[in-house]
T-cell receptor
Framework: GENVEQHPSTLSVQEGDSAVIKCTYS??????FPWYKQELGKRPQLIID???NVGEKKDQRIAVTLNKTAKHFSLHITETQPEDSAVYFC???????????WGAGTKLIIKP | EADIYQTPRYLVIGTGKKITLECSQT?????MYWYQQDPGMELHLIHY???????EKGDLSSESTVSRIRTEHFPLTLESARPSHTSQYLC???????????FGSGTQLSVL
C-alpha cells in the first residue's frame, strides 16, 4: 500500500538558520501533499500544502517543493525562530475520497 | 465559535471499564476522523466517517467502535479498556472536497 517516509526524525538547527524536512511517497497517483505542525501539547495544524500541478509554494518563511518524478516533497523553513520548535508531519493523498497517508514526524529543535 | 471539541481532555480509568470519548464539530463538516497518537509520534487512523450513518475502520486495528447519528457528533467507545489503550486520541474533521483537516485538542487516556 501507499507509504510516506519522512526524514530526519529529529532536526536541531541554530536560531536564524534554515531547516529542511524531506518526505518520499510511494504511490505515483498521490496529488495532494500537506504539512502539519504540532507544538508540544497542542493539536496538529495545517501550515502549508501543495498539489501535484505545482512545483513550489511559499508562505512567508515557509515553502514546500515537490518533485513528482522522484516522488518526494520537502518543507523549507528559513530564518528559524524559537516558535518554530515543534513536530512536523508530512502527508500524501490521492484526493478527497482517499485517506491521508502520514509520515512519522520530524521533531524540530531551534537552538538559541 | 466554529471549532471541533473533544471531551474529556484527560481521563484516567481502570482496566475493564467502558468509556466514550466525545467529539463534536460546529463547522458543518461531513467527514470526521479518529486518530490515535502517542505524544509527538506518528498519527494512526482508527476510524472515519464520510457522513451520517457511515463509518469505516482505519489502518490501525482497534477494539473501539464509533457511531455517526448526527453530522456534528462522532463519539468513540471502548467497551473494555486495557492498559494498551493508553494514548492520546485526536478527532478531526473536514468538508467535502476540501482536504484540510481540523483537529480537536485531543483526549489523553490512561488505563491503569
Amino acid at each position: 500500500g501507499e507509504n510516506v517516509e519522512q526524514h530526519p526524525s529529529t532536526l536541531s538547527v541554530q536560531e536564524g538558520d534554515s531547516a529542511v524536512i524531506k518526505c518520499t511517497y510511494s504511490d505515483s497517483a498521490s496529488n495532494y501533499f500537506p504539512w502539519y505542525k504540532q507544538e508540544l501539547g497542542k493539536r496538529p495544524q495545517l501550515i502549508i500544502d501543495i498539489r501535484s500541478n505545482v512545483g513550489e509554494k511559499k508562505d512567508q518563511r515557509i515553502a514546500v517543493t515537490l518533485n513528482k518524478t522522484a516522488k518526494h516533497f520537502s518543507l523549507h523553513i528559513t530564518e528559524t525562530q524559537p516558535e518554530d520548535s515543534a513536530v512536523y508531519f508530512c502527508a500524501a493523498s490521492k484526493g478527497s475520497n482517499y485517506q491521508l497517508i502520514w509520515g512519522a514526524g520530524t521533531k524540530l529543535i531551534i537552538k538559541p | 465559535e466554529a471549532d471541533i471539541y473533544q471531551t474529556p481532555r484527560y481521563l484516567v480509568i481502570g482496566t475493564g471499564k467502558k468509556i466514550t470519548l466525545e467529539c463534536s464539530q460546529t463547522m458543518g463538516h461531513d467527514k470526521m476522523y479518529w486518530y490515535q497518537q502517542d505524544p509527538g509520534m506518528e498519527l494512526h487512523l482508527i476510524h472515519y466517517s464520510y457522513g451520517v450513518n457511515s463509518t469505516e475502520k482505519g489502518d490501525l486495528s482497534s477494539e473501539s467502535t464509533v457511531s455517526r447519528i448526527r453530522t456534528e457528533h462522532f463519539p468513540l467507545t471502548l467497551e473494555s479498556a486495557r492498559p494498551s489503550h493508553t494514548s492520546q486520541y485526536l478527532c478531526a474533521s473536514t468538508e467535502g472536497s476540501n482536504e484540510k483537516l481540523f483537529f480537536g485538542s485531543g483526549t489523553q487516556l490512561s488505563v491503569l
